[in-house]
């Protein structure tokens, strides 16, 4: 498995970060260095399939709970209970982790998260009439191993023509495909609820072309918080030219604690 670290081993609160559809541990890299920064111990992985973890060759049987393995994999090595981030479909599998799994972490962040109880239905409806036909193309051609141009992976729901054109090329040559049994997993509800949470943080942008407003204050009712909106970031808030903000919040949830 592909796991990114930096910051002391030794670090109280270990930062645990879970990417998203198409991508891989290389998304967290700004929050990876800031994080470390304030002296957090912070890991990304690669999920299967993903990046350079192996599984490339079987991606499409590749499921959630293979994920969650993998997240499990990785909690059992720290010696510390993390504070898991999950990004989008990253924010399913850290919901799916924490249905049979939520005392081994410290706290957990649903970061732009796929809504609480799926995506089926009229919230896969939501996500199309969202969008621009082409955005959603774009989107479709990355998930198949297609790639695309600068300018057609700007016009995507994950960055919504935020991106600078130097980060456009980059974002460009980085995503990846995505396994189709995975995005059918998201249409299914893809987790429950434990009775005992971990501290909880639901954060996400109101302009959000995936998971916007209704999305996140519904994951934030099924989780018993209230939700932390910010404005004018795409979905891909790691990326965004504004990223620091979401970041600062993290951090200060995290401080908090204790």
Not at 129 to 158: E, K, S
Request: hydrophobic share 45%; charged share 20%.
């Amino acid at each position: 498995m592909e796991i990114v670290r930096s910051g002391p081993k030794d670090a109280a609160v270990p930062i645990l970060l879970v990417h998203g559809v198409c991508h891989d541990a290389w998304c967290w890299q700004r929050y990876v260095s800031f994080f470390a920064r304030y002296g957090h111990h912070v890991i990304a992985l690669s999920l299967r399939g993903h990046g350079a973890s192996s599984g490339g060759d079987r991606l499409h049987r590749i499921g959630l709970d293979d994920f969650v393995e993998d997240v499990a994999d990785v909690v059992d090595t720290l010696g510390r209970k993390p504070v898991v981030v999950g990004h989008s479909m990253g924010g399913a599998v850290v919901q799916r982790y924490l249905a049979t799994r939520a005392e081994t972490v410290r706290a957990a962040v649903l970061f732009a998260s796929a809504t609480a109880g799926g995506l089926g239905g009229r919230r896969f409806l939501d996500v199309i009439r969202g969008n621009r036909p082409t955005a959603m193309l774009n989107a479709l051609r990355i998930m198949a191993g297609r790639g695309g141009t600068a300018d057609q992976v700007n016009n995507t729901p994950f960055f919504s023509g935020r991106l600078s054109t130097a980060d456009a090329h980059a974002h460009a040559q980085r995503l990846g495909p995505e396994s189709l049994r995975a995005v059918c997993d998201l249409l299914k509800e893809f987790s429950s609820v434990p009775q005992e949470l971990p501290p909880m943080l639901v954060i996400g942008s109101r302009d959000d072309a995936l998971f916007g407003v209704r999305s996140l204050q519904t994951t934030a009712r099924a989780y018993r918080v209230l939700a932390l909106l910010l404005d004018g970031l795409c979905h891909d808030m790691m990326l965004d030219p504004c990223w620091r903000i979401p970041a600062e919040h993290i951090l200060e949830f995290v401080a908090a604690l204790g």
